[in-house]
């Protein structure tokens, strides 16, 4: 094999994640090597799907944790690309500076540290979170919207503490660390922004969005009322599929002029059209949308809109662009993975 023909590296960090094993199955099925890490390359109750993953290519598992430092230097070693998706999320800390904020920043650096080291990486891409964008208490009104300039306001989140606001300060505060490191440090640095990504993905253990993205089916109250919170605090319930957030990530890697935030979006709606378009799919689920009547705070429609326009204009397109496109086959995801009655 001529250098020419040698398989492109990435490294995906957090393999067992939802976002990270859907990534991994992308660019093995795009003909990449892939490695990735996880914390405990033997808990299989967490890793069997990367034993089905290779199947498909080459791939790698590594041990790697955020917290040690240089423990991603072997799977970042000889890498292409590698794209940041693990990270901490605890969101019910009750020390979310300690438990949250520290850990995410210092856990973005360990591996931005291990890139540099490794000298043949072309591109980090780091996967944050819309939650790093859309907090924003002075947004009042309708009609807005957001484009990447726009940073969720870490004074207010400190300052009040509202649910998760360590969540959202850790993702501005990591992607702004990143930042400083790439510029320091001579990486080409993109950040990805997805918003609730719902559909099926190779993991077998998922918490966060795809749980409260069933939530309406599920009848789970703390996993909808995330949902209707993400709604309080930004003026709608944003949507990605996570199929396109993949190909959105492979994009901005591969294309040589992508650079800065990319926010991932497409489509924002609200509870109350959630509910109205689940109860009509889906009319096995008895799923409540008289959600106006018992909730006054709910809206009718979005009041703030986050766009791609800047991922759009730069050549990428979405596949997924309704709520019948979304939830494609989530709901025998949900079911496989016991979220939902079988």
Same mark, same amino acid.
């Given at each position: ?99 949250? %904020? $520290?850990?995410?920043? #210092?856990?973005? @650096? ?5 890139? *540099?080291? =490794? +000298? ?121 599929? %996570? $199929?396109?957030?993949? #190909?959105?990530? @492979? ?5 040589? *002029?992508? =650079? +800065? ?82």
């Amino acid at each position: 094999m001529s250098a020419g023909d040698r398989k492109k590296t990435a490294c995906v960090t957090g393999g067992n994640g939802y976002i990270a094993s859907a990534l991994i199955k992308m660019l093995l099925e795009k003909g990449y090597a892939v490695k990735t890490t996880v914390r405990n390359p033997d808990d299989m109750e967490k890793n069997s799907h990367l034993k089905s993953l290779q199947a498909l290519g080459p791939l790698t598992v590594f041990r790697a944790d955020l917290d040690e430092e240089g423990s991603f230097d072997d799977a970042v070693s000889g890498c292409d690309y590698a794209f940041l998706v693990a990270a901490p999320v605890k969101l019910a800390s009750e020390d979310p500076e300690k438990d949250q %904020i $520290e850990p995410s920043v #210092r856990g973005t @650096l360990n591996v931005m540290g291990s890139c *540099a080291k =490794a +000298g043949t990486v072309r591109r980090v891409i780091l996967t944050s979170s819309a939650a790093g964008v859309y907090i924003r208490p002075q947004l009042q009104g309708d009609g807005h919207v957001l484009d990447e300039e726009s940073w969720s306001d870490v004074e207010y989140l400190t300052a009040e503490k509202p649910p998760t606001w360590g969540y959202c300060v850790s993702k501005v505060l990591l992607e702004k660390e990143a930042c400083r490191f790439a510029q320091e440090n001579g990486i080409s640095l993109v950040t990805i922004c997805p918003v609730i990504t719902v559909g099926a993905a190779p993991a077998t253990k998922v918490r966060t969005s795809v749980v409260d993205s069933l939530s309406l089916l599920s009848g789970d109250e703390a996993a909808l009322g995330v949902l209707k919170g993400i709604e309080k605090t930004s003026g709608s319930v944003q949507l990605v599929h %996570i $199929e396109d957030l993949c #190909r959105a990530e @492979l994009f901005i890697a591969e294309e040589e *002029a992508a =650079a +800065g935030r990319y926010i991932c979006c497409s489509l924002n709606t609200t509870v109350v059209e959630l509910a109205r378009f689940l109860a009509q799919k889906y009319p096995q689920y008895n799923v409540q949308t008289n959600l106006l009547s018992t909730d006054d705070q709910l809206l009718e429609k979005p009041r703030v809109l986050l766009s791609s326009a800047k991922l759009v204009r730069e050549g990428f397109e979405f596949k997924h662009n309704s709520l019948d496109e979304m939830y494609d086959n989530v709901v025998e995801y949900g079911k496989a993975l016991g979220i939902l009655p079988n």
